[in-house]
């Protein structure tokens, strides 16, 4: 049984660059994964599948990229469950610093 977490990162991008920083993201990952990871990732419109194995557990997720919104579900294995409020700010922490407005607010 998995531990589902639900996080809205609000922007003010648009789909099209919401989605291309999400794409640019996803190769720093492993990065950010003590041990190193194997990371998958799929799209299907603005709808992104991502799959990440590390230190013998799966962490699934499914990212929806609206105009002014991503909304990332992920599915924790009971084994990481305990780190779930962790987890949970991680994502809103480095998700809002990549999907920060640095144009100063002119917008295009």
Same mark, same amino acid.
């Given at each position: 049984?998995?531990?589902?977490i639900n996080v809205d990162l609000p922007h003010s991008l648009g789909a099209?660059? %919401?989605?291309? @920083? !999400?794409?640019?993201?996803?190769?720093?990952?492993e990065d950010h994964i003590l041990g190193g990871a194997i990371v998958d990732s799929?799209? %299907?419109g603005d @709808? !992104?599948?991502?799959?990440?194995?590390?230190?013998?557990?799966?962490?699934?997720?499914?990212?929806?990229?609206e105009e002014k919104l991503v909304r990332l579900?992920?599915?924790l294995p009971p084994m990481l469950s305990f780190?779930?409020?962790k987890i949970e700010s991680l994502i809103r922490r480095q998700g809002t610093q990549?999907?920060?407005?640095?144009?100063?607010?002119?917008k295009g």
């Amino acid at each position: 049984m998995t531990n589902p977490i639900n996080v809205d990162l609000p922007h003010s991008l648009g789909a099209e660059e %919401a989605k291309r @920083r !999400m794409q640019g993201g996803i190769g720093k990952l492993e990065d950010h994964i003590l041990g190193g990871a194997i990371v998958d990732s799929s799209w %299907a419109g603005d @709808r !992104m599948h991502l799959n990440v194995q590390a230190m013998g557990q799966e962490v699934r997720a499914v990212v929806d990229v609206e105009e002014k919104l991503v909304r990332l579900q992920l599915d924790l294995p009971p084994m990481l469950s305990f780190f779930g409020k962790k987890i949970e700010s991680l994502i809103r922490r480095q998700g809002t610093q990549m999907l920060e407005d640095k144009s100063g607010g002119a917008k295009g």
